[in-house]
């Protein structure tokens, strides 16, 4: 029965297509479906008892077997040829990969090769704070003494505590001898990184500008970041950064974004809070050196009521838009009602809206009139008073809009049929609470699912919760 | 030979619509009905006051009503594996009836008595009567898979046959053939305790809210019947303060102790749209309420992990922060936040509370400002309401914490908006919180905001007579729902910039349940559809113009392994 190295040869053919979109998430059934393959076939002598194979594999497998049995008996596994045991490994989690690496003198070459060590997503947590494991501490030691210099693609994820972003900003501060070309810096809880001094944050990420001179992404939201260490990235990596995510960095300045727009003329994504939007930088990022952009996100925030905002003139988005005619425009609001003053005076050419929190029909009303590209709107909440004639405005106004959301708003059921029915099959995502929509003369509850599913050309049903 | 039946009750405390409590008079001899008390209780249920309270009242009143029927209750204390061999033995017990159980700790528990009463010649009858539709049936009819939307239960549940009608009252002339004559200290081996025997401290303890029992569940089955005949078009009720406060028509805690039979109601609700539609079949919103918990214990049905997130196959793994400080102050209803702590106090004092403060409070708890593990609130829910049945209270906080089930995760309550909302004068903050009774409306909501002159006026110092916001809710909201988005990006294969899409684990099922329903009901409407949609099945994945993005974000990565085995082979 036993013919590893075919089988090594059916599974790699197998799995080809998928190298593609080998992001570490999507793969991970496959790379357990190989893990248990490989296990099969490495300890059961290649008997088909344990899991058995994918149908089409065994039939492969039975018709190719005359042949080849001869020459396959008494495979050696340890001499299995490198560059396939390579391939394995890479979809094998780092433990199974441990595991296997004690199997032979050679697995465990193979177990080092710099191939295995190019991306690594640190995971910090601590017990006391979160339920997650952490990446353990000799790992961490082993990965900077001999894998450092291969790491090429690199994230950390803290939890909410100090300690964790503490520990982040160690490792990163002895990555001295490698050339990173993503950094991510993510809190998955609180925004732990912000509660760390800020010089020692600032000393540890330089390491890496300074020592990388190749960063072509880099996320660091909700860290203290600065102006200068800024300026020490731009120095070193200014040809090679595409993309640079800094939502809620207080420290920065909006000078300190625009030498960034200045010198990156490969910049193709931005997410950053309004308060270091200007015009200066829409017109930097819409020079001609510059690259068109493809995705920028500001984030409109404010944590305590009655902030004042600066408005952006209509010149510097036109000139956005005429540079780079198919970015994406994607802005978050989280503002109290009456900060909205200055936006959606003039024509903005957002595509995404996102509204978080209570947001007035006024506004809302301006939206229909000045955002003809957009795409996606969400409002999470409005006052009492239904958004009829808001939203048959969008529809009719915004001619590209294909989701929409709403949370805690009204809308009565007429006028949300005649809403889908101006949309019509451009429609793609409808997410509406139940308790939106308010019955009336034409349409119950009942009779809407019919009458909205009717227009969008597929069946429909409002987002229900229990009610329990 | 003679037949000594023995009916176990545990849920289902009532005489009407009890088909195990029927077959054990089935030609009985003598029928005992035994309740068997563990101070420990069931499994994982970790009981509060009210709950005892809910359970002895319902108790009581069982016994009274079986009394009537010259019968009575024996309420055994132990565990049920020491006491059935003992009382088999010394009533020589021939059959052992009670009430099908589907959830896990249940079906465990069930399956050793069984065993302890088949080795023991017992012959035992199980009867089905806790849910209107068998969960093991839907899970068949959906490819042997609980179905995971509540869209797709629903189109399951269309294809079912009605529910078995309810089975009348156990009636005297059952019950004349099969006495018993071991009265003699009844009361005082196998009466129903008092909240002092269980240790208890019943001092100043003010009458319940939510009076246990089969009898006041009859009685409020009419008013709620009356109350639903009243809303001519039987549309949902508007929210308004008034709806948060208990009602005298609310019949959850009945159904969960099973004082109330769930086909009982189901019945008395559709034979009353019928007569008021000229008997139109009832859509299925009617039951809305009921189906909900029919969806959850189907869901739970064969999950043990359902209560948990680790190990548990549905549930989305989130990196929720252990604060036992903050849960804390949630569960003592000291957040701060007025809305949230009145939810928290009534839910304390009365043991129930609305569906919309349970979400309130849930997504305050979890996704929406402390991120703290639904688990651990469900656990708070486990000791104080009175409706927490097992699977609909992991269930409910799955879907409130955006773990399982649910695809809109973009919007969650502001422990302010929401209460403005809902409660604009105040009233019910006013009545659980009653130091907060001098705010003017405006600041009801947000004491924290009034100057410090109306501060004084309402004779109530924020910081000194009543809590500080705990978090700055506007802030944390903002934070958590960018994490929510990088889990359900993570998750999903699904790359746009939107926060509207779709998510994979139920992507499948949510198209699925399309497909049925496409077939089955657009085909029904014929001539308002046209003819090419009735056959069409779900539109293919939409293909994401903004999938770029991320992909220019990671596509170094998976490069790298590419490359790898290129690099490798020079």
Known sequence: ?????????????????????????????????????????????????????????????????????????????????????????????????????????????????????????????????????????????????????????????????????????????????????????????????????????????????????????????????????????????????????????????????????????????LALNYHLLSDELLLSLSSEKHVHLEHLRIDVVSDTPGQHFHSIRKSSWDAMVKHSPKFSLVMYFFLYEDEFGPFFRDEIPVTHLYFGRSVSKDV????????????????????????????????????????????????????????????????????????????????????????????????????????W | MAVNSVHWFRKGLRLHDNPALQEALDGADTVRCVYIMDRCFVGSDNFGLNRWRFLLEALEDLDASLRKLNLRLFVVRGQPTDVFPRLIKEWNVTRLTFEYDSEPYGKKRDATILKVAQDLGVETRIKHSQTLYTPARIIELNNNAAPLTFKRFQALVQRLELPKRPLPLVTRQQTDCCQTDDTANHDKCYGVPSLEELGFKTQGLGPAVWRGGESEALERLNSHVDKKGCMANFERPNISASSLMASPSGLSPYLSFGCLSCRTLYYRLRDLYMTARKRCTPPLSLFAQLLWREFFYTAAANNPTFDRMRGNPICVQVPWDDNPGALAKWAEGRTGFPWIDAIITQLREEGWIHHLARHAVACFLTRGNLWTSWESGMKVFEELLLDADWSVNAGSWMWMSCSAFFQQFFHSYCPVGFGRRTDPNGDYVRKYIPKLRGYPNRYIHEPWAAPESVQKAAGCLVGVDYPRPMVNHAQSNRLNVERMKQIYKSLSNYKGLSLLGPVSTIQEEVESAVMTENSRTLGNISGTVPEDRKTAGPSPPRKRSHDRLERTEWGPQAKAHCSASANNQQ
Not at chain 1, 70 to 90: K, N, S
Not at chain 1, 230 to 250: G, R
Not at chain 1, 369 to 380: A, G, I, K
């Open chain 1, 364 to 467: 809302l009303g301006r939206v229909g009139l000045h955002c003809p590209r957009l795409v996606e709107l969400v409002v999470c909440a409005n006052g009492l008073r239904p958004l009829d004639e808001e939203l048959i405005r969008i529809a009719r106004r915004c001619t590209q809009l294909s989701a929409i959301g709403l949370g805690e708003c009204e809308v009565s059921c007429s006028a949300f049929v005649e809403f889908v029915q101006m949309c019509g099959r451009r429609l793609s995502q409808l997410s509406i609470m139940e308790e939106v929509l308010i019955p009336d003369h034409r349409y119950g509850l009942d009779d809407i699912h019919w009458e909205v599913s009717k227009h969008l050309g597929r069946v429909w049903f409002p987002d229900m919760m229990p009610c």
């Open chain 1, 1 to 269: 029965m036993g013919c590893p190295a075919l089988v090594q040869v059916e599974t790699s053919e197998l799995f080809i297509p998928t190298e593609a979109n080998a992001p570490s998430q999507q793969t991970g059934i496959m790379k357990r479906a190989l893990c248990l393959r490989v296990t099969e076939e490495d300890f059961g002598e290649g008997s088909s008892h344990g899991v058995l194979p994918a149908p089409e594999f065994r039939k492969r497998k039975r018709k190719q077997k005359p042949k080849e049995e001869e020459e396959e008996v008494g495979v050696d596994w340890a001499r299995m040829p490198q560059e396939i045991l390579l391939h394995i490994f890479q979809y094998l989690p780092l433990l199974d990969r441990a595991h296997a690496s004690l199997v032979s003198r050679g697995w465990n070459q193979v177990f080092h090769m710099p191939e295995l060590w190019r991306f690594f997503e640190f995971e910090l947590n601590q017990p006391a704070s979160s339920y997650l494991k952490a990446t353990h501490p000799d790992l961490i030691k082993q990965i900077i003494k001999k894998h450092s210099n291969h790491l090429q693609y690199v994230s950390f994820k803290v939890d909410s505590s100090t300690e964790s972003a503490e520990a982040a900003c160690d490792i990163l501060s002895q990555l001295v001898n490698c050339s990173l070309k993503t950094l991510g810096l993510i809190s998955t809880a609180r925004p732990s990184f912000m509660e760390l001094p800020k010089s020692h944050f600032i000393s540890a990420l330089t390491v890496v500008f300074v020592n990388s001179k190749s960063l072509s992404s880099l996320k660091i939201d909700d860290t203290p970041v600065d102006d200068p260490s800024l300026k020490v990235l731009v120095a070193n990596n200014s040809d090679t950064l595409k993309l640079l995510k800094m939502s809620s960095c207080p420290h920065v300045s909006p000078a300190g974004i625009l030498c960034v727009a200045d010198q990156c003329h490969g910049l193709r994504e």
